[in-house]
């Protein structure tokens, strides 16, 4: 079974950077779609983002498009979420999600592979 390990979570100042990392060392992730999502306290997990096996299709939320950028290097075993130009309400838990072979997509039901989430703030 996947597993999937966060990292790279904090507490950054508007208009600041993060980049969160999704990594598994148990097997190739290479095979499999990786999608970001969040969840705020009381609201639904979202997606924000998501990068094909190959690295060569991405797609993004309304709400973080221009700002996220979705990477990952195949060779590492990690994926990776760039988040620039920060704000308040893109305060949440951040997980990484995998889907073998999948499609990019930001629908939780398409991921069967979780991780346990990385907390980001962002406060002045």
């Known amino acids: 079974q996947l597993q999937l390990v966060e990292s790279g979570g904090g507490l950054v100042q508007p208009g600041g950077s993060l980049t969160l990392s999704c990594a598994t060392s148990?097997?190739?992730?290479?095979?499999?779609?990786i999608g970001w999502f969040r969840q705020a306290p009381g609201k639904e997990r979202e997606g924000v983002a998501s990068?094909?096996?190959?690295?060569?299709?991405?797609v993004y939320a309304d709400a973080v498009k221009g700002r996220f950028t979705a990477s990952r290097d195949n060779g590492k075993n990690t994926a990776y979420l760039r988040m620039n130009d920060l704000k308040p309400e893109d305060t949440a838990v951040y997980y990484c999600?995998?889907?073998?072979?999948?499609?990019?997509?930001?629908?939780?039901?398409?991921?069967?592979?979780w991780g346990q989430g990385t907390q980001v703030t962002v406060s002045s």
């Open positions: 999600a995998g889907d073998l072979f999948g499609e990019p997509g930001l629908s939780v039901p398409e991921y069967d592979y």
């Open positions: 148990q097997y190739t992730l290479e095979y499999y779609t």
């Open positions: 990068i094909s096996h190959s690295g060569g299709t991405a």
